[in-house]
């Protein structure tokens, strides 16, 4: 260990922009053995492990970097799998440059260790020699849950309480397990058959899995489970009330990524096929700064648009997004216009133009982030075949969508549940996942789904007993 003096720091190899562009394939190769024990033999086994308090899931990461570095890899992918449901996916997506990998405090003058890309080669060298094995219960407990949503949180959840021997039925939807993990996030950061692996793992494991089936009343699950997480996400879109925005060929993002992935999987999407959703050959607007109008911008240039331009109100340093994502956006081709914000659409019938508002910075607000406002008579007009609105997500009206008016909700809409046993306001029903935090990201989710199962094992293990003893 602590090679970081004389080894630099290297990330696995990178697709070079123009090759990348022209498929939808994962743009980052992984780590050879070799690679991945010299970079991990950089660690410096910090007594006080800054990379570990900043990881959502609080991952043992200085112990499974000295076993990779030992080469004792099975030993490592058990520490890495003892915390994290799914390693090589949180390897793959996770912003490591605001967690793990951005708090990592090797010496001052020395870049950090590469901690995600260490942990992708762990699970997907465990998965190469057989190590990630389905689920095997030896008792079952005759106790049945029902979970709504299998995106990561729901699916973190279900993994948790089936390894409990308890009966898990998880609900979606859609018609393919794992929630934004297969038709938000595009494929080239988060290959779809790294899902389906999970899928079919946690279904050998003895989850059952109901597709295609909304739950609208949550009153009926109730009836067939002991308990029931809500773990259904956040998919209403944020909007912007400016001029003509109901012109046609102005869309969400979340239909736009979704017929990408769709198409990439092989299905049939009228929408793809006839235009509507699909940017070939067009000029592309994006709105939006975060990582949903990265993952569009890059899914554009990726479809063949004739031109890309990514409108965001605050200047790069204020951007939410990941930092990496923004790089990568820009060595695709991606035009990116800072303190920009549309002021109105215009067209006859279909957008054509996208009028643009000049912003300037003044100072910071309650996120840390500097506000904008309009610097007057600063406008100008650029060309738009398509417009894509990536402004972010909020919760539906729950009570409604669930027929449970006494289901308790917190001031942004999202459900209210009590912070250590993740309980709702009705009896026997938890949720967990963005539904409870807002939109956020994949590792917290495994990270909430993890805790709410082991909260739900324990109101379930504790109304069995009350029940034998009545
Ligand atoms: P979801 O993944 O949204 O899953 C919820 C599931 O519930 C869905 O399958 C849905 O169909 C189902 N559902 C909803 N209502 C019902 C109902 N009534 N009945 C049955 N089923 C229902 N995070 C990262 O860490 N890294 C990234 O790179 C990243 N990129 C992203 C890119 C995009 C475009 C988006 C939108 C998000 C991204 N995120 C990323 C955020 C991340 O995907 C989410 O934070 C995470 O998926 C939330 O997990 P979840 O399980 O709470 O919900
Ligand atoms: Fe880093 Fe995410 Fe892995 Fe935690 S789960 S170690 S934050 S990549
Ligand atoms: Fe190793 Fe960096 Fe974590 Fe310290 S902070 S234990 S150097 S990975």
Redesign the pocket.
């Known amino acids: 260990m602590l090679k970081f003096t004389d080894t630099p720091q290297q990330y696995p190899d990178v697709k070079a922009a123009e090759s990348r562009k022209k498929d939808f394939n994962e743009i980052y190769a992984q780590f050879d053995p070799a690679q991945a024990s010299v970079q991990a033999s950089r660690c410096s086994q910090c007594g006080v492990p800054f990379c570990q308090i900043h990881c959502p899931l609080q991952n043992n990461i200085p112990d499974w970097l000295k076993l990779t570095a030992e080469g004792r890899l099975e030993e490592a992918y058990a520490i890495s799998s003892a915390t994290n449901t799914f390693p090589e996916i949180c390897g793959r997506?996770?912003?490591q440059d605001r967690l793990c990998e951005g708090n990592c405090v090797i010496e001052k003058g020395f870049d950090s260790v590469t901690i995600g890309s260490v942990e992708r080669y762990i699970t997907e060298n465990a998965f190469a020699n057989g190590w990630v094995k389905p689920i095997k219960v030896t008792q079952e407990t005759g106790i049945s849950i029902g979970i709504?949503?299998?995106?990561?949180?729901?699916l973190a959840a279900a993994d948790m309480l089936r390894r409990k021997g308890h009966e898990v039925h998880v609900?979606?939807?859609?018609d393919r397990v794992?929630?934004?993990?297969i038709y938000?996030?595009p494929n080239f950061?988060l290959e779809k058959e790294i899902v389906a692996r999970r899928h079919q793992l946690l279904a050998e494991g003895g989850i059952y899995f109901h597709l295609n089936?909304?739950?609208?009343d949550i009153a009926e699950l109730k009836e067939k489970h002991d308990a029931v997480l809500i773990?259904?996400?956040?998919?209403k879109p944020k909007e912007i009330q400016i001029p003509d925005y109901s012109l046609a060929n102005i869309i969400q993002?979340?239909d736009y990524?979704t017929a990408s992935n769709r198409k990439g999987l092989g299905d049939r999407v009228a929408n793809y096929e006839n235009g509507m959703l699909n940017a070939e050959g067009k000029e592309i607007v994006v709105i939006g700064g975060g990582?949903?109008a990265m993952?569009c911008v890059r899914t554009a240039v990726r479809q063949g648009a004739r031109s890309v331009t990514c409108l965001y109100r605050r200047n790069e340093e204020n951007m939410p997004g990941s930092k990496r994502e923004v790089k990568n956006a820009m060595e695709e081709g991606v035009k990116f216009m800072w303190l920009s914000a549309p002021k109105a659409f215009a067209g006859n019938g279909y957008v054509s133009q996208v009028l643009v508002q000049q912003m300037r910075l003044i100072s910071h607000d309650a996120s840390g982030r500097q506000s904008v406002v309009p610097v007057e008579g600063e406008t100008f007009s650029i060309p738009c075949d398509l417009a894509i609105k990536a402004l972010g997500?909020e919760p539906e009206d729950l009570p409604t969508?669930f027929n449970a008016p006494e289901l308790g909700l917190s001031k942004y809409g999202t459900v209210h549940v009590d912070s250590k046993s993740f309980a709702t306001s009705l009896e026997g029903v938890f949720a967990?996942?963005?539904?409870v935090r807002g939109?956020?990201?994949?590792?917290?989710?495994i990270k909430d789904?993890r805790d709410a199962a082991a909260a739900m094992h324990r109101y379930v293990m504790s109304q069995h007993t009350k029940s034998k003893a009545a």
């Open positions: 997506i996770c912003p709504i949503g299998s995106g990561p949180a729901g609900y979606d939807r859609y794992g929630g934004l993990l938000g996030i950061k089936y909304e739950v609208k773990a259904t996400g956040v998919y993002a979340l990524l990582d949903t993952d997500f969508l967990a996942g963005d539904i939109a956020s990201l994949v590792v917290w989710a789904g």
